[in-house]
């Protein structure tokens, strides 16, 4: 039987071959998914809430200028998918010291190595990381985690009579020591599955962690589904994590335990080596999944179709009324219209002619970093980015990934255009010449 990738791609091949499209051939592509995803263990109302959203946005409204509504259906597949997995790509916001995190899920899912990697990749990051064993049930569980972290600096914890007295000791002793991140094993087997449940809810209101991680095995199916439900109730789910994402064809099961707890994915598990684990990235997932070769210039295509820079929208810029998000959003939506030094030379404004060339090439370089930037800022920090010391420049730029250097190259740049605009508030006039842009 063919995989659910295949499957997928299969039933857009055969869409986009389709002499016409109507309903009849939009009806068909959305029988063809349901049946790929129901292959795929998703399910059966996460699948029929796909197809009603894809049913209802394929003949709504008209289509962007220049768009078939072939191309158009395809995108709105695309959307719903990735809509469905979250939209944006993960991220780490470790916004307190220690951030706790405690990590559960059933024997077998790979929850012990999946821990080793996250406390490896967030040490990459910068962040001291220590990890507490608090599996009392399974024999070796510390062992192969001193053995997987072993040269790695990061301290493996592992002391007291119960489950609730080691984690405590070890978040207090880690806490002492000035960790940025603790992350707690917890068991994934006991005598019955109502004993593991109350053990993780007495660890949860006894700990108080920042965050529940729950580590699913991508080949498990629906089940994923039901496992989540219940460690859910027991200890509400912050975020989750799909191991052997590399050896599964049938990953759809992680679906249901979206649907189930609302929790979305941080991490997939690529491989067995401490390296082989990564952020989620939605579409890019979705991307794999149907084939992203040739689906990625549609979709640029339909993006730049839509972006739309209207005059009332530059007035309120040139009013100064913008924050820091919105100064990025925008350099964003423009960017995909053409270079910005030709976008900006098309604005009649007193004084653009001075902005530096240097620090045009540095905005066209870096815009997607900024955006990742002000991803990683607190919502005061993007109303009132004056408030940023060394401190809060420091934890932004490890939540994003980059240097603090790029953070401080953000905020000269928002600052020398807020300046470019206080001089262009004094000729209101101008504005007419704006009309071009859109």
């Not at 062992?143 to 007291?160: S, Y």
């Not at 335990?257 to 684990?277: N, R, V």
């Not at 997607?368 to 420049?393: C, F, G, N």
Request: aromatic residues 6%.
């Amino acid at each position: 039987m063919p995989s659910f990738p295949e499957m997928l791609r299969s039933a857009l091949s055969k869409f986009r071959s389709a002499a016409t499209v109507d309903r009849r051939t939009v009806e068909e592509l959305i029988r063809d998914i349901q049946r790929a995803l129901l292959i795929a263990d998703v399910n059966v109302e996460l699948v029929k809430r796909i197809s009603d959203r894809i049913r209802e946005r394929a003949f709504l409204g008209e289509l962007p200028p220049g768009i078939s509504r072939r191309d158009y259906v395809i995108k709105v597949v695309y959307d719903e998918l990735v809509r469905l997995l979250g939209e944006k790509p993960a991220e780490i916001r470790i916004n307190k010291r220690p951030y706790v995190i405690m990590a559960v899920g059933i024997q077998g899912t790979g929850k012990t190595t999946s821990i080793a990697k996250i406390a490896y990749y967030l040490k990459k990051m910068g962040y001291r990381v220590a990890v507490i064993c608090a599996d009392t049930y399974r024999p070796g569980a510390y062992e192969q985690l001193k053995q997987l972290l072993d040269g790695r600096d990061i301290p493996v914890f592992h002391e007291g009579s119960d489950v609730v007295e080691i984690a405590r000791n070890g978040v207090r002793r880690f806490s002492e020591e000035g960790y940025d991140v603790i992350l707690i094993d917890t068991a994934g087997r006991h005598k019955s599955q109502e004993d593991l449940m109350r053990e993780m809810r007495v660890l949860q209101e006894s700990i108080k962690p920042d965050e529940v991680m729950l580590i699913i095995d991508a080949t498990i199916g629906q089940a994923a589904g039901e496992h989540a439900r219940a460690f859910h109730q027991a200890a509400p789910i912050g975020s989750i994590v799909l191991t052997k994402m590399d050896t599964s064809a049938r990953g759809g099961g992680a679906l249901s335990a979206i649907a189930e707890t609302g929790a979305k994915i941080k991490f997939i598990g690529t491989g067995e080596k401490l390296e082989d684990i990564e952020l989620f990235n939605p579409k890019g997932y979705v991307g794999r999944l149907l084939g992203i070769g040739d689906l990625e210039g549609l979709l640029e295509r339909i993006r730049l179709a839509e972006v739309e820079v209207s005059e009332e929208r530059v007035k309120k810029m040139l009013r100064g009324e913008f924050t820091l998000e919105e100064f990025v959003k925008q350099l964003r939506e423009v960017r995909k219209m053409g270079p910005l030094s030709k976008l900006l030379s098309r604005l009649p404004l007193p004084g653009l002619p001075d902005i530096p060339q240097d620090a045009l090439k540095e905005a066209e370089e870096k815009i997607e970093k900024w955006w990742a930037i002000i991803q990683s800022m607190t919502p005061e920090e993007r109303r009132d980015p004056d408030i940023l010391d060394a401190s809060r420049v420091r934890r932004i730029a490890r939540g994003a990934g980059v240097s603090e250097g790029d953070v401080k190259a953000l905020l000269r740049q928002y600052k020398l255009t807020r300046k470019l605009i206080k001089r262009a508030k004094k000729a209101p006039h101008k504005l007419a010449g704006l009309r071009g842009l859109g």
